[in-house]
């Protein structure tokens, strides 16, 4: 479309605004001044248009162009307010559980998970979103994320290979590690989308920047590539009418609100913020969840990129899984498998040498021992007792998997046992368990027992090998 006539709908949308009301306007009017700008073969019909949320306009053919006129105002019309307010409460929603609005994911989805996190504080909404997002941000999701999506990015290809070994670390139990790696390329793959920007541009203004330009092509896909008024094709109009634009603005404020915030501005709970990973001042970013945040964060780059540029590289349908990206996810399930077993042996090993396997950023260690000792538990003291003719009532694993009790009994006599992790527990345990516990016992082999097991009066000793009393005995 040329100049000269870009200029001319400028000039006819002027005109019928000081004709105002809009409401007024008519195809015959549209027409009659399109003549009198001495446009070729003027034609002019109403129409709603919009890719999500129309707009009434009277749309205006002419030789080497198209227009549309609209018919409301860009701030005020009842309708409009109503999406937006409706709008501005989801990305409320959002914000709480520092997000926003996702791609690749079914509407169906994303409002089940809108509707769990509405009434309840932030820390319960986080674990709502936590459990729901575990039902879409799948190994899969992310295997097809860095082999199909990130690639298609200029500014994210030559980091495919570093998500790559990110993924297959996460998935190793090394989550820290692999969040770190990642959360610098966001701002590397921002810098290099607004390469044309200029060295000394701010975070900030990179930010706008990209997001603005995306939303400009949005726009013009939104009005069809007519020619629209350009208070029409801003974020404050479009927020509420297109869900593209919604989403790339949500992404604006996570990005400005919660990742690339100063430190002392930040109130969430993941604690996913840029600063605070660069300079140390927490060590909270590294919870396991951030690493899916990381990935899907920079897919969401990959497809402002191509909105920025206008490739449109980047489907807004999630592809079907390749061969690259079902290799990727069945080599970190192979990880997976592999590193359970290491964590088995090393468990074993470290309790043989009366030690607790040391604790990483984000795994204390518990929920294994825990399910070692809950193991050992039913093979080697609730099964004994049992077979000697006892009822038994198993109690739950101490909050950090030190011990655990069962409490045994028959219709004349009752008491408890407790069983140790290891041997190599503090005196204190031992003496707090002795209280009311006729006898102590521990997984795994005698490690300095006496240097632990002290000043007690009750029976200890390993429960392998332990021959529980018959329940008709007497003792």
């Given at each position: 479309m040329s100049l000269s006539i870009?200029?001319?709908f400028s000039g006819i949308w002027h005109r019928a605004l000081s004709h105002s009301p809009l409401t007024d306007l008519t195809?015959?009017?549209?027409?009659?001044?399109?003549?009198?700008?001495?446009?070729?073969?003027?034609?002019?019909?109403?129409?709603?248009?919009g890719a999500f949320h129309t707009t009434p306009c009277i749309v205006l053919t002419v030789e080497g162009g198209k227009a549309c006129f609209p018919t409301i105002p860009a701030t005020g019309d009842e309708n409009w307010e109503t999406r937006r307010r409706q709008h501005e409460d989801q990305a409320a929603l959002w914000d709480k559980v520092e997000w926003f609005m996702p791609l690749w994911v079914p509407m169906g989805k994303i409002f089940e998970l809108l509707a769990s996190v509405k009434n309840v504080t932030r820390g319960r909404a986080l674990e709502l979103f936590r459990y729901h997002t575990s039902m879409f941000y799948t190994l899969p999701f992310e295997a097809v994320c860095i082999e199909q999506i990130l690639p298609q990015a200029r500014s994210l290809k030559d980091i495919v290979p570093l998500a790559r070994e990110a993924y297959l670390g996460a998935y190793s139990g090394y989550w820290a590690t692999s969040v770190g790696t990642l959360i610098p390329a966001i701002e590397g793959s921002l810098t290099r989308i607004v390469s044309d920007l200029g060295e000394k541009a701010t975070t900030t203004e990179k930010i706008d920047y990209a997001i603005n330009r995306a939303i400009?092509?949005?726009?013009?896909?939104?009005?069809d590539r007519m020619?629209?008024?350009?208070?029409?094709?801003?974020?404050?109009?479009?927020?509420?009418?297109?869900?593209?634009?919604?989403?790339?603005?949500?992404?604006?404020r996570w990005l400005k609100n919660h990742f690339f915030c100063n430190t002392g501005e930040y109130h969430g709970e993941t604690w996913l913020n840029r600063h605070m990973f660069a300079h140390g001042t927490v060590d909270s970013w590294q919870q396991s969840g951030n690493f899916t945040r990381m990935i899907v964060a920079l897919a969401t780059l990959a497809a402002i990129e191509s909105w920025y540029n206008s490739s449109h590289s980047v489907s807004f349908f999630l592809p079907e899984m390749d061969d690259a990206s079902k290799l990727l996810w069945q080599q970190a399930l192979l990880r997976g498998q592999t590193q359970m077993k290491i964590n088995l042996a090393e468990l074993e090993y470290f309790r043989k040498h009366g030690h607790l396997v040391p604790p990483l950023p984000v795994d204390s260690g518990v929920s294994l021992r825990k399910a070692r000792l809950t193991q050992d538990c039913m093979d080697d003291l609730v099964r004994p007792l049992r077979d000697a003719g006892w009822s038994v009532k198993v109690n739950e694993a101490e909050d950090t998997a030190l011990y655990m009790t069962v409490d045994v009994s028959n219709s004349e006599k009752h008491f408890r046992v407790a069983l140790l992790y290891s041997c190599a527990t503090d005196n204190k345990i031992y003496k707090k368990l002795a209280e009311n516990c006729r006898f102590i016992l521990y997984c795994g082999a005698p490690y300095h027992q006496d240097s632990y097991a002290y000043g007690l009066t009750v029976d200890v000793g390993p429960v392998l090998g332990w021959q529980p009393p018959k329940a008709d005995d007497q003792f």
């Open positions: 870009e200029k001319k195809p015959d009017l549209i027409e009659k001044w399109a003549t009198e700008k001495q446009l070729i073969n003027p034609v002019a019909e109403l129409a709603n248009v400009e092509t949005a726009a013009q896909l939104h009005f020619w629209v008024p350009p208070e029409y094709r801003t974020c404050e109009y479009l927020f509420g009418q297109d869900e593209r634009v919604f989403a790339f603005e949500t992404f604006r």
